[in-house]
């Protein structure tokens, strides 16, 4: 459950002893991060959010990786999260968003009507088309809700473009790596072991999930492991019918599986 879900439920419960009264607003003091690459955009959101008053602007962020460390540092109630953005866009922002540990209600704010009419249109899923009114604003606010596995793969149904990042939630909050510095995939047990140039990390996506999502990027060559197709150095024989494969800085090398070593010459050709 979300932190802002949280509170509806205790305000809801309080209201309801109190016979109701207000009952035209919530009675929270929402804390919102407000992530645009227009300062001028944020800006606007800012003055607008401070005439409804009753909530608090705790954060502003100009791309999705600045919104996610403001995000785990101000842990807020809901993010005013723009669409287009360079680098990684407000729907992968989103994503990662929804990987933390009390994820945040998520807003999209669009001025492209294709954007959110069809692709918004999910059970749940706020989204306000630019320039935002404030009523508009105060109505999102109120109906807020955090995006779910669910609704994000009804989003992925329009088109979404795969990752730039991979984020996992670790002792340091959640950790980005970026898709070009991953070497391969492996799977563990329940969870996929990232390897990457910095280390390695724990995702929940399944080896199925991130074929499918970077299958252009990744080739398998075992049941268990995707391996980089833009960080292989060479396929080596190492017996009748048996082949490993090294990638660039990675000290040992991985196991090629008889079903996949065709499939791995032909794509070295």
Not at 23 to 52: C, K, T, Y
Not at 172 to 200: M, N, S, W
Not at 225 to 242: D, N
């Amino acid at each position: 459950m979300s932190q802002l879900w949280a509170r509806c439920r205790d305000a809801g419960e309080h209201a309801g002893a109190d016979g109701g009264r207000d009952a035209g607003r919530s009675g929270l003091d929402v804390n919102i991060l407000i992530v645009d690459d227009e300062a001028l955009a944020r800006d606007r959101l800012a003055r607008m959010v401070d005439q409804l008053g009753g909530h608090t602007v705790v954060g502003q962020a100009g791309n999705g990786r600045a919104a996610l460390e403001l995000a785990e540092l101000a842990r807020p109630d809901v993010v005013l999260l723009d669409v287009r953005m360079p680098g990684m866009d407000g729907l992968e922002t989103a994503r990662h968003l929804a990987a933390m540990a009390e994820p945040p209600a998520v807003v999209f704010c669009t001025a492209y009507e294709e954007h959110a009419i069809q692709a918004f249109d999910v059970q749940a899923v706020g989204y306000l088309l630019k320039p935002v009114r404030r009523e508009r604003l105060a109505a999102a606010l109120e109906q807020a809700m955090r995006v779910n596995r669910a609704q994000l793969a009804a989003l992925g149904r329009s088109g979404r473009a795969a990752r730039t990042h991979i984020s996992a939630r670790t002792h340091r909050g959640i950790e980005l790596v970026p898709v070009d510095d991953v070497r391969c995939f492996r799977a563990d047990q329940k969870y996929v072991v990232v390897r990457h140039t910095g280390g390695e990390m724990l995702v929940e996506d399944t080896l199925r999930e991130l074929e499918e999502e970077f299958g252009d990027r990744f080739v398998r060559i075992h049941r268990a492991t995707l391996a980089a197709v833009r960080h292989i150095e060479r396929l080596e024989r190492v017996g009748e019918g048996q082949a490993v494969l090294w990638l660039r800085d990675v000290p040992e090398p991985l196991e090629v599986s008889r079903r996949h070593l065709p499939d791995v010459r032909r794509l070295l050709r």
